[in-house]
């Protein structure tokens, strides 16, 4: 009969098990699995990339909004920059950092927090509601903000430790010509991520001006890995750099030119410099962003 097919038609056909498929052979999963291996080796430094791109843009605008502080704290205080205590007798190139975080008062009498704290001259902007202390920390690192669990004006300082993550402008000098005021040049750095110090694979002493970025890269912040840094300029621009000498005449921003002022001689701006803690500007535009990373990490 037409369209039926016999038992014997049937013997002639080689059927095929239903629902069988072939699998992956061997030699074809390695190559599955080469290609997975490729897209993670492109795809991750991509995103990791982009993660990190988008934290500088939220760390340099911290550094806007600091600025914003810093400059409604120069039309209240005689366009001077944040300054605790001065001793001009017994430390007049030299600072302390992260004293007397408890105390109420960082000018009062027999205050906890010592002349020439460096880090209570920027809490300041904090203790006169000027900033919040969420924005004292880069995005890129793995410090966290202080949660304040008292007034701000009953705190005489950062806690070391954690909570800030930038170098400011060291503002305790006997150098020559040297102020903290609104006379700075434009490019004087008032403020940027945090200043590495020496250790740690890191030495802001050792390259010199011109060289090449792996080197200059030990000199860099530890923020965004030796990769540069975010600065603040005493014009209020904020820029991502990739070298620390990026100062007045190319003054490296993380160390001082000299131990002590220099006497009237005209200074080498961009020389390598020195970086200890308690040291200050040797000369009148000379940054010397402190504390160091050292310092805060206590």
Known sequence: MSGCVTETGLRGRALKPVGSRRGFTLPELFVVVGIVLVLVAILVPYLVT????????????????????????????????????????GNPNGYTAFTGARDADPFGVGSAVKPNDVTA????????????????????????????????DKRGNFLAGGGLSYSYAQPFSAALGYRVDDSRPSTFIVLADMNPGVGGGFDVTRPQVHDVPLTLS??????????????????????????????????????????????????????PGVCEPNLGPAWAYDSYLVPLATEASR
Do not use: M
């Not at 890995?225 to 975010?230: E, I, L, S």
């Open 50 to 89: 982009v993660r990190e791109t988008e934290r500088r843009a939220r760390c340099a605008n911290n550094l806007r909004q600091i600025q914003g502080a810093l400059s409604a704290y120069l039309r209240q205080n005689n366009n001077s920059y944040p300054r605790v205590v001065y001793d001009e007798v």
């Open 121 to 152: 001259s920027l809490w300041l902007l904090v203790r006169q509601g000027l900033a919040r202390p969420s924005i004292f920390v880069c995005p890129s690192t793995n410090q966290i903000a202080e949660e304040l669990k008292e007034s701000a």
């Open 218 to 271: 030990v000199a860099n912040s530890r923020n965004h890995g030796g990769a540069g840094q975010n600065v603040l300029s005493a014009a209020g621009d904020v820029t991502f750099v990739a070298t620390p000498f990026c100062g007045v005449g190319g003054d490296n921003i993380y160390t001082t030119l000299r131990r002590a002022p220099l006497t009237g001689e005209k200074p080498l701006a961009n020389g």
